[in-house]
């Protein structure tokens, strides 16, 4: 990989929390989160998430807490030898409910930085580079992510907030350090481990009412070359895509939207929760600057929770690696070999409420 040259559109004070820019009383879910697919000097493969969130909105509100943090961790481990296919790969992973009892946190800003503390793990924010220190559930970590492309404002810029009610982004971002567990360290290759910091503030919607027998996708592809993220809500209307060619933007929208489509071809019954997830798609996207189109393929899997008003809901995050090309309407043909995937697919698990009386 060539030497990487620090890039950010971000500003530090955009690592805050703004809950109290939006209106009195509106529930709130704001997210300061990390995403990391990556390979240790040993050949081995990393997904990797560190989630610290904070929403609000009332004991009536979607998630049943007045103003919370809660946090998100999770970590798999695929050996460099592990069969080709799908495999019951561990993990550790938590669920994300607002209503369990997580440790007060709190956020504090610097001249230099701004950092997020829950419990024993640290976001210290200071754009182009951040870091993710401490430990949760025996997991160490200690990582260094540098900005390596302009951020996506998809969710809009920070300085509409308050008349917009809704900003956020997407920033890519390269990895290197350390992550314990277990008593083995993984140090992780700079050159091979991509992500994304997703920063938000946003209303909050009772997302097991909306998910109830439907389902999203929110999809990451990374090599040195391209970077693409999509996500699509069908039964919101809502979809979107950030392509980057050798640090180009190349647009994939229109009106607003993008024409996604994700086809599944093969399912798999998860033996730890009985579920029948999704493990083969082809993926493609349409566009006048040009078409896309990839075969995906799931290798192991990760998953969490939400609990919301309406009853649980159920996120997988699917391993995978993908095969394909895009096609520019400038008549170049790029190949996308072995393109490093993370593809996240969640649905209502639980549609109950809890009705206490």
Not at 196 to 203: A, I, L, N, R, V
């Amino acid at each position: 990989m060539s030497e990487i040259t620090p890039i950010t559109n971000v500003t530090l004070d955009e690592q805050l929390s703004f809950s109290e820019k939006l209106p009195k009383g509106m529930a709130y879910l704001e997210n300061n989160g990390f995403m990391i697919m990556g390979e240790t000097e040993e050949g081995d493969e990393v997904s990797f998430v560190s989630c610290i969130m904070r929403v609000g909105g009332g004991k009536d509100g979607p998630w049943q807490v007045d103003d919370a943090f809660k946090g998100q961790t999770t970590l798999l481990i695929a050996p460099h030898d592990l069969p080709k296919g799908m495999n019951d790969t561990p993990f550790v992973g938590n669920r994300t409910w607002a209503t369990d009892d997580w440790t007060p946190a709190k956020i504090e800003k610097t001249d230099e930085a701004v950092t997020w503390t829950l419990g024993n793990r640290q976001h210290i924010c200071r754009p182009p580079y951040w870091q993710i220190k401490g430990e949760h559930m025996g997991i160490e970590f200690d990582l260094l992510l540098t900005g390596i492309g302009e951020a996506a404002y998809h969710k809009g810029p920070y300085d509409k907030l308050e008349a917009n009610n809704i900003a956020g982004f997407e920033h890519p971002l390269c990895a290197e350090g350390t992550i314990k567990y277990e008593g083995k360290t993984y140090t992780l290759r700079k050159d091979k481990s991509f992500g994304c910091q997703e920063k938000f503030t946003q209303p909050a919607f009772d997302l097991a009412g909306v998910l109830r027998g439907e389902t999203y996708y929110w999809v990451w592809w990374a090599s040195e070359r391209v970077r693409i993220f999509i996500y699509s809500y069908p039964q919101m209307n809502k979809s979107y895509a950030h392509v980057t060619v050798d640090g180009e933007d190349v647009s994939f929208m229109n009106n607003g939207q993008a024409d996604i489509k994700m086809d599944e071809l093969e399912y798999w019954v998860d033996p730890q929760t009985r579920l029948r997830v999704p493990i083969k798609w082809h993926f493609s996207m349409k566009h006048a600057n040009g078409d896309i189109d990839m075969d995906i393929e799931a290798a192991s899997r990760t998953y969490y929770s939400y609990l919301t008003k309406s009853g649980a809901t159920m996120h997988y995050g699917l391993h995978s690696h993908s095969e394909g090309s895009m096609k520019l309407a400038d008549g170049r043909v790029i190949p996308l070999q072995d393109m490093r995937s993370y593809v996240e697919h969640g649905w209502t698990a639980i549609p109950l409420t809890a009705a206490a009386e």
